[in-house]
Structure formats: C-alpha cells, structure tokens
C-alpha cells in the first residue's frame, strides 16, 4: 500500500531545491492563501500547487488526498452556510454572503493541506530533517520526533488493517454500510492498537539509542544541505508570494 | 587495554535478573544465575521455549539490561573487559551491534542508502571513509543492488539483510540477532544465515544468533546454549547438544529430524550414543554404512511407514462427501498492483487437513483471504460450506470459517480471557450465558485463566487464547496462517495437536505454514504454489518427493523425506516414500537384522 506521504522519487528541479526551501515555499503558499481573499487568489494558489504536483510527477497523490478532502469541504461548506446569515436568500437558508465565505473557507482548507502533502511527496523524511538540523539549527532530537512519527503513520494503518481484517474474519461487522456503526465498532480496537504501538516506540528508542543517537551533532549528517542559487531564487519567490497574498 | 586477543568478548557472571513490576523475588526471574562466556569469533546460537529468557539475555548482552529496561539485576556483565554497569549503552554498542526482533521499529529512513548512514554519522565516521564502508558492507552483505531502493518496496529477507548491514557497516565485533527469520520463508532464512557465516569467518564478527529453527542452527553455529526457566540448560556444539534428545524434549527444544534418527538408532543399539548427525548426508552414510549394500526387496514397506505417533489416522472422507470448502477457477488481483493470483482450482473436504506451502509471495495469504471472505475473487467462485463468498459478508462467513492469525494480538480486544472467548459465539448471535458456558468448558481444556486479561499474557498463552476462540466456534473450516511462527516446539505441538482433534470431529483444515516438518507430520494433502499459481496438489509426500516440483516452487522439503529419497537411490528402493523418522529406524533395523 503507498500512502499520500510517501516520497515520489525524481529528478526534478523541485526535488533538488534543498527540503528547508521546499518547506518555505509550502508556507508561503499557506501563508497566501490564509491572507488571500479573492477567488481568483485562492483558485490561482491551488492551480500553483496542482502545477507543481504534476511537473514532480506527484499529482496522482494530489488527486487522491482531494477525494478524502472534498466531502470534508462540502460538510464545511454546508455549515458555514449555516451560520452565516447575510445578503439575499438563495436557496432553502443559503444566502449570498453565507455561500461567499462559506466556498472561500473551503478553498482554503483545500489550499492548505495540499502543499503540505505536496511538500512531503518530493522530499525524502531523512533529508528533511537534517536539512532542518543543518540550516535551521533545530535541535536532532526534535526533528528525529518528527520525522519519526510521520514516519509511524503508515506503519500504524498497516496495524489498524491488519487488526480490522483480523476483527472481521472473527464476525465483527467492519463490512456493514452503516458509517456510525463501524465507527462504534472500531472504538475498542484501539486497545490493542495502542498496546502494540507503546511496544513499537520503545523499541523505536532503544535501536535508535544503540545506533549513537545521542551522539549525533549538527556536523554528523554525512549529505549536506547548502543553500544554492535557486534556492535563493525561489526564496524570493515565496517573499513574493506572501506579499501578493497580503494585496489581493 | 582490555582487549587482549584471547579473553572471552562478552563474559556473564552470576547474572540474574527480574524485570520492574515482574514476578517477585521468589517466583521464577526472567534470567537467574546465567554464567557464560563468548569467545572471539564464535557463531552462537540461542534456543528455549518461550519465556525461557532467550530475548532477556540478548538485552543483558547487548546492555539494554541495565540500560534501558529497569529491574534488579545482579552479577556481572562484561563486554570487551567493561561493566555493562559502569558504561553507557552507546559504548556497548559500538562493541555490540544488535539486530531487533522487529526490524520495521528499528528502521529510521526510507532508503536503504541513508539507513545504512544513519549509525555511521551518528558514530562519528569520518566523512571521507564513510563511501568505502558502505560499498564494503553492501557488498558483504550482497546487497549492492539495492542500495537506492525504498525500504517499503523490499521483501521480509531483503529487509532483514539491510537491517543487518545498517548494523554491520559500525563495524561491532558482535553482531546479536533475535530471531532473524520469523518471519522469512526457508529459502529467505539460508540466504539470512549464509551472510551470517560470511560475516563470521571473513570478518570475524563474533555472531550471537536467538532462533527456533534447530535445522538451521545445527547447520550454521559453532556451539549452541539452550534456554530454560531462565538458566543456561545446556552448552556445547550443536552434536553435544543435539545428543541428549531426552533432555531437550522435557525442556520443549525440538531437534532436527536427522539427530532423531540418530538417537533413535542409538536407543535400539543400533550405533553408539552422544554423536548425532546434523545433515541428510551424515545421516546417509551412516545407514548406508550400518545396512551395507542391499539388494533390492519390495517386502515390509507398508508396515514401515506405520506407526508414528505423528502420522494422523485416516479418516473416511472423499468417498461420496460433499468438499466443504471448493474453489473453481478463481482469480485475484490487488487494485493497485502487487501479488495476483491465477486460475486457483481446489477441494478440501470434510475431516481434511491440508497444508499450503510456496515461498513468501506465492499467494498464499491472498488465498487464505480468499476462504474466508476478507477478498472476493474476481473471477471464478469461492464456496465455503455451500456458501458463495461473493453473496454474504465477511461477518456471516466467521461463522462457518475461523482463522488463526499469526499475531494473535490483532484479534484481541476484550477485557478478560472469558469475555473474549465467548465474544466470538456472541457475534454469531448465541444467547450471551450459552456463550459464556461454552467459552468455559473450552477454557478449562486449555488450562487458561479465565479473568485474567488477555494482554497480560505471555506471547504463546495469547495464542492459546486465539486458538481457544477459534476452537469454541466449532466451524466447518479451520484456517491457520503460520501457526508455528514465534511458538516454540511445545506450544506449536499443542495447536497442531487440537486442529488435528478437530479435523477428527469433520472439521476441514487448512494451513498456510513454512515449516516443512509440522506441514508433512500432520497434513495428509499439500497444495504447492508459486507465483501466484498451484504448481501441484496431492498426497504428501508424494508431493514432497517430487524433486523437479519442489525447485520450482522454491521448497525445501523435509529433512527425513530428503534422506528416504537419498537412501532410496543411493541404499535400497526400500526406503522410497518413507516420511516420518521412525519408518526409517524400523526399515533400518529390519533391514541390520534381516543381514
């Protein structure tokens, strides 16, 4: 099973920006579209994104993470609506100015979890965090956390399968059609879930320990991670980005 | 400096130990009065049952003990002249390199490349000597090839070979595995310990191995120490060790079938105690040498092959039954790629046990999944006991089809013992009181703690647990993935042994298992796959014997089946088709006093 966050091996520009380039230029991206409040902004940011998931021949990704997001935007949307209660009635209790924010809201939702995920498709997790240690003098063992529980997502889904296809050969009904039903069905599975991630961790932390974790230094990473030219270049462009998010 | 060349590199002295919250002092300790030492260069395999402190001494060897599990320790431990106490575990470790159980919690990156640096720019490697140890490690390893492949993509002995060369490339002068090949395939696991012998002999890394495949520890290790209740039973080369058969018995140590052939010889005075073989061709040469040549005679084969105490009755079935579980023409293929399966056809019938064997990747679980409705064919049709999967759903398939899974773990959920015995019955609808006195009477048999939760079980009592709740259900089908791994021999006789009770009161098994012995022991017919496809289904060791069918499928098969077709060339076609390790004692015996 390949997950969204799973790195897209590739050759392209953006795979070879350094990981904390690739990291500003995803915030900046955020950071626009939370500052942006025009359609054409929000829409432009998303196309950006989309762009670029398709020249680092991510898009697929892309695409996959919007089917989960979408109906999460259409629930959003429904309640914005809501409660947003302004200019003329439209439909039922939908009003202008209820759809008007309620849509831009969703867009950003939209355009907030995409370059993430984006971001994470190009760069190895490995690279990431020591690019983080090297450039941003953030501590090791904060960027080890982080790199390591990104890196237990799959490993728990895997579990949670496994654990579910177990459950459900014994009769449990994971295969009924009622969403509230399965819901309540899965709540005690994170029991065993949970006993075996405990286990996991703890081993996580004694390998790492006796493979010198706690020597590690902001020296020892083998690659290094410089800041080049087009690095710089796309800096501005994320300087740019943000001031344009702030105009429009 | 410590390190002169001829002192031991790991000393244990008096070393007892009981983990924080464990039993109390005068219950059994996880480890008690250990005393032992590794010389440089040796190749060191650990076996016991389970619980017997294999796993505890790895960690008091590797300085997790005192380091990183809390309990009461005494004795002493001795790394390369150090206290284990009175250094940190990083020193240990640049000493001691230790492979875990569970490779995936001790992989950090995604590819194998930067898995391999991660200990090396940790250790301070310089920089520049950093390109050479990598291509040396790979090499060593045999791993070149994949050196820019993502760690995901690869296979459980791929995996397991980098998680060892992440470790090698420190350049420890132990190297400490717990259970390497639990979870590989045969062919994975020679693969596994052929690296280990190169390390050992080419590098001199001194290797510590825990395992529980005894054909292969007798095969690869220098010496063997053998675990139980937490002391040090028994040490010596692996003949010394393999030569007090009753010993090992008592303590729950399965041998390989060639030194029982042995031994058994050995009781009936047939060759001199205390030097077992440990090969098919040792054990050749010696019956060859005890009959001599013979000539050909068709006489007592029938009454030779009778008689194990393993080899199930027959039971009357496939005459006029009706098969409860069919396959015809089913095919699978994963949405997004990955293992297919093709053109699966099969029967098993009522009272069957039928064992599925093929390397990791044959399509084994996908057609496990298939019987019990986790996967619906894509085409061609699955019926268990006159259902058709693709009409009803997994949940009302439980009914008719258990598995036991390999991690018992993921099936556990309930509070108490009781509770998650019975819940099983309670899902099919059975009256809750109903549920719970059939959950008892079960209970009982197995000797299990019925309050108890079942998380706080030991490894091999939670599957006991697991098969007691498939038991309980008494279903048409029984299907069994890997029933053996991380059971030691006792435990693994206990399920194999109530499975086979169960197929006696008509119930059809199915097993999915890599070791080759409990499938010819205990299934009448195999079904051989590769590559997603049955390369060939019939009686046991015909199946088995068939030389040209087992290379292609990628199988090894059995110690004793290996040595009856060896002798049956080679000695007298006598011996042909003989499958269990007593059939050869008795033709053996006829035949040196028949001379």
């Known amino acids: 099973m390949l997950n969204a966050i799973d790195y897209v091996p590739g050759n392209t520009l953006l795979h070879r920006l350094n990981p904390v380039t690739k990291l500003a230029l995803a915030a900046a991206i955020i950071i626009a579209t939370f500052l942006a409040n025009t359609y054409a902004m929000l829409l432009g940011l998303l196309a950006l994104t989309f762009a670029l998931g398709v020249y680092a021949h991510s898009a697929s990704r892309l695409v996959s993470l919007l089917k989960l997001l979408v109906p999460l935007a259409v629930v959003m949307l429904l309640l914005q609506t809501a409660f947003v209660r302004g200019g003329s009635v439209v439909f039922a209790w939908m009003t202008t100015e209820g759809l008007t924010t309620g849509s831009k809201a969703c867009l950003r939702l939209l355009g907030v979890a995409l370059p993430l995920i984006l971001m994470l498709t190009v760069t190895k997790l490995v690279d990431l965090s020591n690019a983080c240690v090297e450039v941003l003098h953030i501590p090791y063992r904060y960027a080890f956390t982080f790199t390591t529980a990104l890196r237990f997502v799959p490993v728990f889904s895997q579990q949670m399968n496994a654990i579910m296809e177990a459950q459900c050969a014994r009769g449990v009904e994971y295969d009924t059609k009622n969403p509230l039903r399965k819901l309540q069905l899965m709540l005690p599975l994170c029991v065993p879930l949970l006993v075996s991630s405990v286990g996991k961790t703890d081993a996580t932390a004694l390998a790492a320990e006796e493979r010198g974790f706690y020597l590690r230094t902001r020296q020892s990473s083998y690659k290094r991670y410089p800041l080049t030219g087009r690095d710089y270049v796309v800096l501005a462009a994320c300087v740019a980005l943000v001031v344009l998010g702030v105009l429009a | ?595």
Request: proline share 5%; hydrophobic share 40%; net charge negative.
């Open chain 2, 1 to 595: 400096m410590p390190s002169s060349a001829d002192s031991p590199i790991i000393e244990l002295r008096d070393v007892s130990f009981s983990y924080e919250g464990g039993p109390d002092q005068d219950e059994e300790m996880a480890l008690s009065h250990v005393s032992l030492k590794v010389g440089r260069g040796e190749f060191v395999g650990v076996i016991g049952p389970s619980g017997a402190g294999k796993s505890t001494l790895a960690s008091v060897m590797s300085g997790a003990i005192p380091h990183h599990y809390r309990g009461a320790l005494y004795g002493a431990t001795i790394v390369d002249g150090n206290d284990t106490c009175e250094v940190t575990l990083t020193d240990i470790s640049r000493v001691v390199g230790s492979v875990l159980q569970d490779i995936d919690t001790q992989m950090v990156a995604s590819v194998v490349e930067d898995e391999m640096l991660f200990g090396l720019e940790n250790f301070g490697v310089p920089h520049d000597q950093i390109e050479a140890r990598l291509e040396q490690t790979l090499r060593t390893v045999g791993i070149e090839d994949l050196r820019d492949r993502e760690i995901a993509t690869l296979s459980g002995g791929q995996k397991q070979k980098v998680a060892i060369a992440a470790i090698l490339a420190l350049q420890p002068r132990v190297l400490l595995l717990d259970e390497p090949t639990a979870a590989l395939d045969p062919a994975s696991s020679t693969l596994v310990f052929d690296t280990l012998r190169k390390v050992n002999r080419e590098s001199g890394i001194t290797v510590v191995v825990i395992e529980q495949k005894v054909a292969l520890l007798s095969r690869y290790c220098d010496r063997l120490l053998v675990m139980s209740h937490g002391s040090l039973a028994l040490d010596g080369t692996p003949r010394q060790v393999f030569a007090h058969a009753e010993e090992l018995r008592k303590i729950g140590v399965d041998s390989p079938r060639v030194a029982r052939v042995y031994n058994s010889l050995a009781r009936r005075g047939l060759v001199r105690r205390g030097d077992p073989c440990l090969t098919v061709d040792e054990a050749e040469r010696l019956i060859a040498g005890l009959v001599g040549p013979h000539p050909a005679q068709v006489a007592e084969v029938p009454e030779a092959r009778a008689g194990s105490r393993h080899v199930p009755p027959q039971r009357p079935h496939s005459q006029g039954a009706q098969p409860v579980v069919e396959l015809s023409k089913v095919c699978f293929g994963y949405p997004n790629g990955g293992a297919t399966v093709d053109d699966l056809d099969m029967c098993v019938y009522p009272g069957e046990v039928v064992g599925i064997v093929g390397q990791n990747g044959a399509g084994k679980t996908t057609l496990t999944k298939l019987l019990n409705g986790l996967l619906r064919p894509s085409s061609g049709t699955v019926r268990i006991a006159g259902i058709d999967t693709a009409d009803v759903p997994t949940s009302k398939i439980a009914a008719h089809c258990s598995t036991l899974f390999q991690n018992p773990d993921n099936q556990l959920c309930k509070d108490t013992v009781l509770d998650e015995i019975a819940f099983g019955l309670e899902l099919q609808g059975v009256d809750a009181d109903e549920a719970r006195r059939r959950a008892r009477v079960v209970i009982d048999r197995f000797g299990l703690p019925a309050d108890e939760a079942p998380f706080s079980l030991s490894r091999g009592q939670r599957q006991m647990v697991a098969l007691a709740s498939v038991v309980v259900m008494e279903p048409d089908v029984v299907l069994l993935d890997e029933p053996t791994s991380g059971l030691d021999y006792r435990e693994c006789m206990t399920v194999m042994e109530t499975v086979t009770q169960m197929a006696e009161r008509g119930c059809a098994v199915i097993m999915v298992c890599h070791d080759m012995e409990v499938v010819s022991d205990f299934a009448e017919r195999i079904v051989v796959m590769a590559d997603g496809r049955i390369l060939g289904r019939g009686e046991t060791t015909q199946m088995f014997s068939d030389a040209d069918l087992m290379r292609r499928a990628y199988v090894e098969a059995p110690q004793v089946i290996e040595l009856s077709q060896a002798l049956a060339r080679d000695v007298s076609p006598e011996f042909a088709g003989i499958s269990q390790v007593s059939g050869i004692v008795d033709l053996t015996e006829g035949m040196v006093t028949r001379a």
